[in-house]
């Protein structure tokens, strides 16, 4: 079946780590996207990418980095400039970013914690 | 920029009747995207329902219907015959049709369905 598979589903950091949350996806859709989501908020979007080789900043980019290598493949790395890291962190896919009504894919998730 | 608010952190249900979920927007554009994402305890995001601003008609997806009020800028959620499996975190996002790049999200309403 064709979907988002994000690993590990829990991750642990250790103070002065970074950890790299894996984003894959099957559906050869273009647009990836990462997400943020805290208690009581709704979800924060922190990078995202049209193409292979290209990505965007979005509202809360600090300490935290991307690739995109591959069209299946957006990886995020949790610095250890990101203070406060323990989240639930959700990745996302859609066909096409520019005049498209298509919904965004979800993938189930990965909750970061600190030691 | 573009805010999406929902009112109610919490909302409850008797199984079999009807709850309707509130979800208004702030945005200066004309053309634009809304969708309800269902978050169940799996945290995985679902899509409920999607709106395109330049449709005058209300989407509909089985149990689930919208009220789009554009000049209002309201885009509230019914659920009809609610069910057990209706349980969950429901989201409301906004989606700009010109700078297709991220979803804007509300905080989220915790709907509760009793038997």
């Known amino acids: 079946d064709g979907g988002i598979t994000q690993s590990p589903k829990y991750l642990f950091r250790k103070e002065g780590q970074n950890v790299t949350l894996s984003c894959e996806q099957n559906?050869?859709?273009?647009?990836m996207y990462w997400y943020r989501q805290d208690p009581g908020q709704g979800l924060r979007l922190i990078y995202y990418?049209?193409?292979?080789?290209?990505?965007q900043k979005g509202d809360i980019a600090e300490g935290y980095s991307v690739s995109r290598e591959k069209k299946e493949s957006f990886p995020l790395t949790v610095t250890s400039a990101q203070k406060n890291p323990t989240a639930f962190y959700l990745c996302?896919?859609?066909?096409?970013?520019?005049?498209?009504?298509?919904?965004?894919?979800f993938g189930d998730g990965t909750r970061l914690s600190i030691l | 920029a573009q805010t999406v608010t929902q009112s109610q952190p919490e909302m409850s249900v008797q199984e079999a009747e009807t709850v309707t979920l509130s979800c208004t927007y702030d945005?200066?554009?004309?053309?634009?995207?809304l969708f309800w994402y269902k978050q169940p305890p799996s945290r995985q995001m679902i899509l409920v329902i999607r709106?395109?601003?330049?449709?005058?008609q209300n989407a509909t997806e089985n149990r689930f219907s919208v009220n789009f009020q554009k000049a209002a800028k309201s885009f509230s959620l019914k659920i009809s015959d609610s069910q057990l499996g209706d349980a969950a975190m429901y989201f409301c996002?906004?989606?700009?049709?010109?700078?297709?790049?991220?979803?804007?999200f509300g905080t989220g309403t915790r709907l509760q369905v009793f038997p």
């Open positions: 996302a896919s859609s066909t096409s970013l520019t005049g498209s009504n298509q919904p965004q894919h």
């Open positions: 945005t200066s554009e004309s053309d634009y995207y």
């Open positions: 709106q395109e601003a330049y449709k005058q």
């Open positions: 559906l050869n859709h273009d647009a």
């Open positions: 996002a906004y989606r700009s049709a010109r700078n297709t790049d991220k979803l804007i």
């Open positions: 990418s049209q193409i292979v080789n290209d990505f």
